[in-house]
């Protein structure tokens, strides 16, 4: 799993944000950086996500439209995958992400997880 390098998280954020196909300009002036990069800067680096496979890329009129060929939650899924992958114990490593949860989040896991059972009982 690639992890973005900076501009490229960046990019990636103002594109999942949109939810919707943006084309370069629009991407830039989500951009919240100093100092602001340039156009070409932009339109390379989403070349480089298209052609990595994080986006997908069609043509309007002359201007090339860019989405997101995963989601966010897909993007950090895997993150967690590779970050589990490497555990000696994963049972611990889960503890001590759940540890470090805010108390909110960990209830929302907590159904989510109670959920996941009901269901898998329920087949």
């Known amino acids: ?10 990019i ?3 594109v ?5 196909p943006v084309c370069v300009r629009d991407v830039l002036e989500r951009l919240d950086r100093e100092p602001e990069p340039a156009y070409t800067t932009v339109q390379t680096v989403m070349d480089i996500l298209y052609r990595k496979g994080w986006m997908t890329r069609v043509k309007r009129g002359r201007v090339n439209v860019y989405e997101a060929a995963a989601s966010r939650e897909d993007y ?7 970050a589990l992958a490497v555990a000696d114990d994963r049972a611990a490593m889960l503890v001590k992400f759940v540890e470090g949860m805010e108390p909110g989040e960990s209830a929302a896991l907590r159904e989510l997880l109670n959920a996941a059972k009901t269901q898998g009982s329920a087949r």
Do not use: K
Not at 16 to 20: I, K
Not at 76 to 82: K, T
């Open 16 to 20: 999942w944000s949109t939810g919707e």
């Open 12 to 14: 990636m954020d103002a």
């Open 76 to 82: 950090v899924a895997g993150l967690m995958n590779e």
């Open 1 to 10: 799993m690639p992890h973005f390098g900076d501009l490229e998280a960046a």
